[in-house]
């Protein structure tokens, strides 16, 4: 592993932009393709899953490869699909070639996405990047959603600031390590702690996670449809639930764990059903906007938890890249899910049955977090190690060069 640095990773921060951006844009491009294509809104949030699941996939396929490949070789592989697929899909009207551009597109954004994560598991403060990334990718997506509505109709616009975003960050990628790895490297071989809760927490989280994506993915349809607004006012209801989602996230890291895990994770997964509900009933701009906003307060709170309870499972991190790799599949089933259920059922039972299987789960998320919280009692009263005794690391640091790149 290598030695964590203290200089902020701004290479890692673009890059995490970049591969996070289709996710958060997951409304608008559904949205348009469903508008601009000859394609039914099942078929549109199918396009949609399947752009996520390229993306999930390029995690699973590269995760242990970013150190024998190389941070900068890969970073440029992924910018470069994610320019080929999203310009190409941008730009046709042949739904075959749509479909192909933003599947080849999400392994691209996905690929770069890997990269920024590993590099920003080896900072001194991961914690303090990844909000960076957060905060970077909420900003450019809020942006986009204000202006996307003023560029004319079709498919091709949030794709084309897909395209866009991954090449303002490309030579930001000459910064970028071109080897991580060392000549030696220890295979770690011990088995994984904690199995049940462990399995109990990636389960849990990918239906967590689908039932977030199943509403994100609708939530555009939702307000044009449903509660009968424009795309300008639906556009501005999302900047401004991103912009609550950054306060969310400054909020998570103020409080810490003054509350442990449990309270945060079970009533804050009570608290999103509510505003699931919320919105997928909502008629008027209120109400959309309330459970909206609501939602993208609550949301990155909980995440926050979730992925902290994860990595206190194992102190090698395996159980929270899992537990990611488990949410990255629910992310990218939700919008699929989301259309189905939305097109049989309608938006309201739709959100009923989401909020049901919230409540559900939160069960077992809750009750992992409580024996977790439980364990550290425990343990906390055998044997109390100075931090002074902790060896420190002592392979070559990971560097990122402050000059431009040429």
Do not use: K
């Amino acid at each position: 592993m290598s030695a964590r640095t203290t200089t902020t990773p701004w290479p890692l921060v673009a890059l995490f932009t970049a591969g996070y951006l289709a996710p958060y844009l997951l409304p608008t491009t559904v949205g348009r393709l469903d508008a601009g294509l000859p394609l039914s809104a099942t078929q549109a949030g199918a396009v949609g899953s399947a752009l996520l699941l390229s993306s999930a996939a390029a995690g699973f396929l590269l995760a242990s490869r970013v150190d024998r490949i190389g941070p900068r070789v890969l970073a440029r592989i992924g910018l470069a699909l994610a320019v080929l697929g999203y310009g190409s899909a941008a730009f046709t009207h042949a739904v075959p070639a749509v479909v192909a551009g933003a599947v080849v597109g999400g392994f691209g954004s996905g690929t770069a996405t890997t990269v920024a994560a590993s590099g920003i598991a080896a900072e001194r403060d991961p914690h303090r990047a990844s909000t960076l990334g957060l905060l970077s990718v909420s900003a450019l997506a809020g942006a986009v959603y204000l202006t996307v509505p003023h560029l004319g109709a079709g498919h091709g616009q949030p794709l084309a600031a897909l395209t866009l975003t991954a090449l303002a960050v490309w030579p930001l990628t000459g910064r970028l390590p071109v080897r991580t790895a060392t000549e030696h490297t220890r295979v770690e071989t011990a088995g994984l702690p904690h199995r049940r809760a462990g399995l109990v927490l990636a389960a849990t989280l990918l239906c967590w996670s689908l039932a977030q994506n199943s509403l994100w993915g609708v939530s555009g349809r939702i307000g044009l449809t449903q509660a009968h607004l424009s795309e300008v006012t639906v556009g501005a209801v999302f900047a401004i639930a991103l912009g609550t989602g950054l306060v969310g996230v400054i909020g998570a890291g103020a409080l810490g764990s003054r509350l442990g895990r449990a309270v945060p994770i079970g009533a804050g997964t009570a608290l999103i059903a509510g505003c699931i509900v919320l919105s997928a009933s909502a008629h008027d701009l209120r109400t959309f906007a309330t459970g909206e906003i609501a939602w993208n307060t609550l949301y990155p709170i909980v995440l926050s938890y979730v992925l902290g309870l994860a990595a206190s499972l194992d102190p090698r991190g395996r159980w929270a890249v899992l537990v990611g790799s488990a949410s990255s599949l629910g992310t990218a089933a939700g919008p699929l899910a989301g259309s189905v259920l939305s097109a049989g059922a309608g938006f309201p039972a739709m959100g009923a049955i989401l909020a049901a299987g919230l409540m559900v789960i939160a069960v077992p998320m809750t009750g992992v977090a409580l024996y977790t919280g439980r364990r550290r009692v425990q343990v906390s009263q055998i044997v109390e190690i100075p931090v002074e005794t902790i060896p420190m690391e002592t392979s070559a640091p990971r560097t990122y060069d402050t000059t431009p790149a040429a």
